[in-house]
């Protein structure tokens, strides 16, 4: 439900950023893979912009906006995993850059750190994607295809981590997968039983959980060859649990509060997955050093930027579902988690670039920002106009953010190459935004 106000007017009483990071659309997924189709491959039939399933050659994009042309299949879970999935590599191309430019130690392409970069962004997606399962599950319904559509999607998430874990040692896949599944099947007990306010069976499914926590533990510190110890491993995951069940019960109460309490479950673990992803370098032998300064950075830039769309997933979900769409407390409590994101990121790039970069970038990020919160508005109304004029808007920010790279690394990042990726971002995204429109708005 959009409100009368449109959604760009309150993103800027939101300090503009607040609104939607980049507008995902309401899956997640990324660290994992690009090509992740959870259910209907429909294309999308949005009235503003259709999208197209075709895929497009970025490195050929001129300033014409027709040649953005939206990439969805109708599928809002599948096309936001898409867009979010290339997240991760952005930031490893990022760090590339900086790390050359501003001698930072380290090897942000070492073994090591492809790791870590792997398992923080695998990680952090799982969390989104329950935190929008549940979403889903409690307003369209458990039966609904729209959640099993979600719950794909979370799948497809267990099985890339199970592929990770094969990587390292191919008999330990299988049993980590199970009991991977296994935990997930608990939350959706957990969340089924917290919106009914059955005490017994959300105290059923914690002991479940806390079992979980364990036999995890004993896995994953027998996969890195004991370098880390099994009860470290379950109290990492011991606070996993306690922070996503916390934003389930205020998903289930219908509290605000939910959407920084799944911003925080999935910001919890960065110094457990940096020490878990250490011992599993060290104990299988990986080359490189998980925890320098260059693999901290890519880590840093890859998670930052895949939470944006996972962030802005949450958003654009509560904007079209809350009653009083933008105007509702739930989306200025989205937004609120999705600037904080925002700032986060703009830190990130001044740690290395200094404090008028920093600002600088916040500034370039919040006016993109701008041109994704009118794509979503126009695509809600049907106003074709409208659209376009968004995605000519974000084909004209590309070569921008592009030089501003290209300057903040002293030319190691190519511009041109940079406003051709960012092609990518827009088209997925603008895709996904089609399909979250065709599914809760209609």
């Given amino acids: 439900m959009m409100s009368k106000h449109t959604m760009k007017s309150t993103a800027l009483g939101l300090s503009s950023a607040a609104v939607a990071l980049s507008l995902a659309a309401c899956g997640m997924n990324s660290g994992t893979s690009s090509s992740s189709s959870a259910a209907s491959s429909t294309p999308a039939s949005s009235s503003a912009a259709p999208s197209t399933s075709a895929s497009m050659d970025h490195s050929t994009m001129g300033t014409d906006a027709a040649a953005l042309k939206p990439i969805g299949t109708g599928d809002p879970f599948a096309d936001a995993m898409t867009s979010a999935s290339h997240m991760p590599m952005t930031g490893k191309t990022l760090a590339d850059g900086i790390v050359k430019s501003a001698g930072i130690s380290g090897d942000p392409d070492s073994d090591a750190a492809n790791l870590r970069a792997s398992l923080a962004s695998n990680l952090q997606e799982h969390v989104y994607l329950a935190g929008m399962g549940v979403a889903t599950a409690y307003t369209k319904g458990a039966d609904s295809p729209e959640y099993k559509a979600a719950a794909a999607a979370i799948d497809k998430n267990a099985v890339a981590l199970a592929d990770m874990v094969g990587t390292l040692d191919p008999k330990m896949k299988e049993p980590v997968l199970k009991v991977w599944r296994a935990h997930i099947g608990y939350f959706v007990d957990y969340a089924v039983a917290a919106k009914a306010g059955d005490k017994t069976a959300m105290a059923k499914a914690q002991v479940e959980l806390k079992q979980y926590t364990k036999d995890a533990g004993a896995a994953l510190s027998a996969l890195a060859k004991n370098k880390i110890s099994a009860a470290d491993v379950t109290a990492g995951l011991e606070h996993h649990v306690a922070s996503l069940s916390k934003a389930i019960d205020d998903l289930a109460a219908g509290k605000t509060e939910a959407y920084t309490d799944l911003h925080a479950a999935a910001s919890h673990g960065g110094d457990f997955i940096t020490s878990l992803a250490v011992a599993l370098a060290e104990g299988n032998k990986i080359a490189g050093d998980a925890s320098d300064d260059a693999s901290t950075l890519r880590t840093t830039l890859a998670t930052e930027l895949q939470e944006h769309v ?61 041109y994704f919160v009118d794509y979503a508005n126009a695509v809600a109304k049907g106003d074709t106009a409208g659209a376009t004029k968004a995605l000519q808007e974000l084909n004209e920010y590309r070569p921008k953010a592009g030089e501003f790279f290209s300057s903040i690394s002293k030319g190691e990042l190519n511009a041109d190459a940079i406003a051709s990726g960012l092609g990518e971002h827009v088209t997925t995204l603008a895709g996904a935004i089609d399909s979250l429109k065709k599914v809760l708005v209609g």
């Fill in 310 to 370: 996972y962030l802005a997933s949450v958003a654009v979900f509560v904007a079209y579902t809350a009653e009083g769409g933008t105007d509702s407390a739930g989306f200025k409590a989205a937004a609120g988690a999705l600037d904080h994101n925002s700032q986060a990121l703009a830190e990130a790039i001044g740690s290395v670039a200094g404090k008028e970069k920093q600002e600088a970038f916040l500034a370039l990020w919040r006016e993109h920002i701008g």
